[in-house]
């Protein structure tokens, strides 16, 4: 018995997405395969050194790190989007996106900013001794380059994480359950815990997991700062100690960290799932702040806005005025070219990647679908450097094989179709960075109700169709949100760029690490500057696209969360 047509199309849709979401799974678990390998074949001599001398200062510093930037930026992030989304305030329209600015800067920039701003020679302490009179044993400041200090930077840099999943989730909300609250007697503080709060957890504990994913994977910041963490452990035990077996062995233990904070967070999220509450979708109306309550909004949203963005630019432009560095050239303009071009590549690429293994996963649940998840998320707890050589390794040696194959049957040289590419540069970056990715769409999927879906399939809507005229429209602000991070991430990415670019393909980040390398700090100051003022501008946009509500729906209101 032959299908029909129609049948056999959607049959073949289907497979296209399963198998799509395979494959990118497939591919950003290839390199971590490939470290795997690597650590399991390798002596474990370095490894059991270090276990005598440092590996247990690596694990507590790492720790420490990893609490310090959780609780700092989920209280950040998500007050911050509580306070611009909720209430309204003289300034609450430039704060909704002026918050999520620090998100351009890469810690270690921030790090070169207010090292040279308040290390001993910088403006702050020669400002103090000139008013009192001090010497530079007569008092006390508190020390940037430490365990605290590299904290702060990542939580300027990574509360944005948080605000903008966290925000995106409370415009998502109805007004219902709030009121229903209020009604009942809780006042405003008492249904914003036990109501708002628990609808946004998903969103704010994948923001918190992006950041402590990021945290444990910095090198940047705290080798700047001297701060042994795991990620240094990793690139001494590779560049100083030249054993990329025990690199890779180190590489293995953050994995199974990430891992475990990814089950963690699961377990405690339990079975708890937010839907629509009803048929009535109605955004709560902005509450009005006066008196100190206005006051306190505006200082409380201005403090990471001025120590994450607007202190630091002025900080780097003035280190950059004091260069020999000139924006007005070609090579800046080859630089800021071949760096939009890879993080827009890697942006469009690991959005589309990460769509399709949710979507994946709602629409035919499986072990095999949580499994694609699952592992496609690993790299993001991972150094790029790291990813960097998990690609190399297969990669040369399929570029090496089908060399000798070319020239032994045919007497033509291939060279090096893959390693040394662009794409397998952006393979890295969907690697490193899928997560972000999955961690910002799966926040805006929870709240499409199940029963969503079913009435499309009944009214013989098929996947394709499905995830482009129902899913999509209703997530937009989650994909713009996807979007961004990753574009973001992919510009401040150094170690596999380093590692992987092409010859003669140097990026902004690449430019402002040989200046600062070469302890040319000023003139790092000027690409820096360059990476803010490229990634402002989809910063704005995917704010204003969060805020901004569809104009039309498919199967009626957005679907509202709900306990």
């Not at 903008?164 to 249904?191: D, E, H, I, K, V």
Request: hydrophobic letters at 55%; one cysteine or more.
């Amino acid at each position: 018995m032959s299908l029909r047509p129609s049948v056999l199309a959607e049959r073949s849709a289907s497979g296209l997405l399963r198998g799509g979401a395979l494959f990118v799974a497939a591919i950003c678990f290839l390199p971590m395969v490939a470290v795997a390998v690597a650590a399991a074949l390798g002596s474990t001599e370095t490894l059991r050194h270090l276990a005598e001398t440092v590996l247990w200062t690596y694990t507590a510093t790492t720790l420490k790190l990893v609490l310090l930037v959780a609780l700092g930026t989920a209280a950040i992030g998500t007050g911050a989007a509580w306070l611009v989304t909720m209430t309204r305030f003289p300034g609450a329209r430039f704060f909704e996106i002026g918050l999520a600015l620090p998100m351009a800067f890469p810690a270690y920039v921030m790090g070169y900013a207010y090292t040279d701003f308040l290390d001993h020679p910088g403006a702050v302490q020669t400002a103090l001794r000139s008013l009192t009179g001090w010497g530079p044993r007569d008092y006390w400041f508190p020390e940037i380059r430490s365990v605290e200090g590299a904290a702060l930077m990542l939580i300027l840099v990574l509360y944005p994480y948080v605000y903008l999943l966290a925000r995106a989730a409370f415009l998502q909300q109805s007004a219902t359950a709030f009121l229903a609250a209020r009604a009942l007697g809780r006042g405003p503080w008492a249904a914003f815990l036990r109501v708002s709060l628990p609808m946004a957890r998903p969103a704010i504990a994948g923001g918190v997991l992006l950041a402590v994913m990021e945290t444990i994977a910095d090198y940047g910041t705290v080798s700047y700062f001297s701060v042994q963490t795991f990620a240094t452990g990793i690139y001494t035990s590779w560049f100083t100690m030249a054993d990329r077996a025990a690199a890779a062995q180190l590489a293995l233990c953050l994995l199974g960290f990430a891992l475990m904070l990814a089950i963690l967070e699961r377990i405690q999220r339990g079975d708890a799932r937010h839907h629509a509450a009803g048929k009535r979708f109605e955004r709560l109306p902005p509450s009005l702040l006066t008196g100190l309550h206005k006051w306190g909004a505006m200082t409380l949203c201005a403090i990471p806005v001025f120590f994450g963005f607007a202190l630091p630019v002025v900080l780097l432009v003035t280190m950059g005025l004091e260069s020999e560095q000139s924006l007005f050239t070609s090579r800046y303009a080859h630089f800021t070219r071949n760096t939009i071009l890879l993080a827009g590549t890697a942006a469009l690429l690991t959005t589309l990647g990460a769509v399709l293994i949710a979507f994946r996963q709602r629409l035919w649940p499986s072990r095999t679908s949580r499994m694609a998840n699952h592992v496609a998320r690993l790299g993001y707890a991972v150094p790029g450097g790291v990813i960097a050589v998990g690609l190399l390794v297969p990669f040369a040696a399929i570029d090496n094989g089908l060399d000798a194959w070319m020239r032994a049957s045919f007497g033509i040289s291939t060279g090096l179709l893959f390693t040394g590419s662009i794409w397998l540069l952006v393979v890295a970056y969907m690697a490193r960075f899928m997560a972000a990715a999955l961690n910002a769409y799966d926040s805006g999927l929870g709240t499409i109700h199940p029963n969503t879906d079913a009435v499309s399939r009944t009214l013989g809507t098929q996947p394709l169709e499905m995830l482009r005229r129902v899913h999509l429209p209703i997530l937009r602000p989650s994909v713009l949100t996807a979007l961004l991070i990753v574009f973001v991430d992919t510009m401040k990415e150094l170690p596999a760029t380093l590692i992987m670019r092409p010859f003669n393909f140097d990026t902004l980040a690449v430019q402002a690490h040989r200046l600062a390398a070469d302890e040319r700090l000023d003139g790092a100051a000027v690409p820096s500057l360059v990476l803010v003022a490229v990634g402002l501008l989809p910063v704005i946009l995917v704010c204003r696209g969060i805020g901004a509500r569809p104009k039309s729906r498919v199967f009626g209101p957005a679907p509202t969360p709900a306990e």
